[in-house]
């Protein structure tokens, strides 16, 4: 039998996805069950209220939203919910990324919305962040990310040739 989810990771559009996939690879690293969803905030306000009531019931511990543009997606899923909120601003059009960072990091207090970088290398985090949070009450999981940090900083190259880095790296 799968587990129930403990993460939910929802953005606004389909076309947020792909911008997505280091999260859900970042999850499945970690071996937390997740499970996706695409609800506008703006589009489906009543669809999303009722998924979240939902999701709580079946135990998701954890919501990750990620939109693009006027993204509030985050800030709603926190005013629906006392259960951690972690927020993926995206680049989604002119303003490169910056309008959906605004949107969620500045959440009015009392509203919190842990918010990570823009684009995918924050929709990576939001899933470290995840991992983390839920490993305080789940030892294997601590232990999984400890391997991950551990195998991180063995990355370090010291005293390298940049310029055979540099090659190495096309
Ligand atoms: N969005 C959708 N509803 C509210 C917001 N902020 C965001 C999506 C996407 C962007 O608007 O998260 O990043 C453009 O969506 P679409 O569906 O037009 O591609």
């Not at 999850?27 to 997740?34: C, G, K």
């Not at 969620?104 to 995840?130: F, R, Y």
Request: glycine residues 10%.
């Amino acid at each position: 039998m799968t587990p129930a989810p403990s993460v939910a990771v929802i953005c606004g559009s389909r076309s947020d996805l792909p911008a997505l996939r280091g999260c859900f690879d970042t999850l499945d690293r970690f071996e937390i069950a997740w499970e996706s969803s695409v609800i506008s905030a703006h589009r489906q306000p009543e669809a999303l209220a009722a998924y979240v009531r939902d999701a709580e019931a079946r135990g998701v511990r954890i919501f990750i939203g990620a939109a693009g543009m006027a993204a509030h997606l985050p800030g709603v899923l926190a005013s629906l919910t006392a259960r951690p909120v972690i927020g993926v601003p995206l680049d989604g059009g002119a303003l490169g990324g910056a309008d959906a960072l605004y949107s969620v990091v500045q959440m009015p207090p009392g509203v919190p919305v842990a918010s990570v970088s823009i684009g995918p290398p924050g929709a990576k985090n939001a899933a470290h962040l995840a991992a983390r949070i839920l490993a305080l009450t789940d030892h294997a999981l601590a232990e999984r990310v400890a391997v991950f940090r551990t195998e991180q900083a063995d990355g370090a190259e010291v005293g390298i040739d940049p310029r055979a880095a540099a090659q190495g790296r096309q």
